[in-house]
Nanobody, 126 residues
Framework: VQLQASGGGLVQAGTSLRLSCAAS????????MGWFRQAPGKEREFVAS????????NYADSVKGRFTISRDNAKNMVYLQMNSLKPEDTAVYYC????????????????????WGQGTLVTVSS
């Protein structure tokens, strides 16, 4: 599966932004999906994940209650709705896919994801 992230930009703190990730291929619905981010000088970190079926989501504590991950398997899309943005959310955001084997386990470790998009930059000004 190939991934293309979009939707990043420069926004003010307290506002919202929605990131999109378009996936190629007919088997998108068999992949768990994740969003990760990497700030300058920092490691890439987990943001959110969603099970292949869309039935379960997980979030990093830093974004819980502000960000929402969702997917549309009919459109081969995954989204990250980001509300109440903070300057510390500034980073390059990446979508990632991991084949699910129809299992419920959805990893948060970036090393367990097989496919990555190119990243989209989100800059939040104070």
């Amino acid at each position: 599966v190939q991934l293309q992230a979009s939707g990043g930009g420069l926004v003010q703190a307290g506002t919202s932004l929605r990131l999109s990730c378009a996936a190629s291929g007919r088997t998108f619905s068999t992949y768990h999906m994740g969003w990760f981010r990497q700030a300058p000088g920092k490691e890439r970190e987990f943001v959110a994940s969603i099970r292949w079926s869309g039935g379960s989501t997980n979030y990093a504590d830093s974004v819980k209650g502000r960000f929402t991950i969702s997917r549309d398997n009919a459109k081969n899309m995954v989204y990250l709705q980001m509300n109440s943005l903070k300057p510390e959310d500034t980073a390059v955001y990446y979508c990632a896919a991991r084949y699910s084997f129809r299992r419920s386990y959805v990893p948060e470790n970036k090393d367990e994801y097989d496919h990555w998009g190119q990243g989209t930059l989100v800059t939040v000004s104070s």
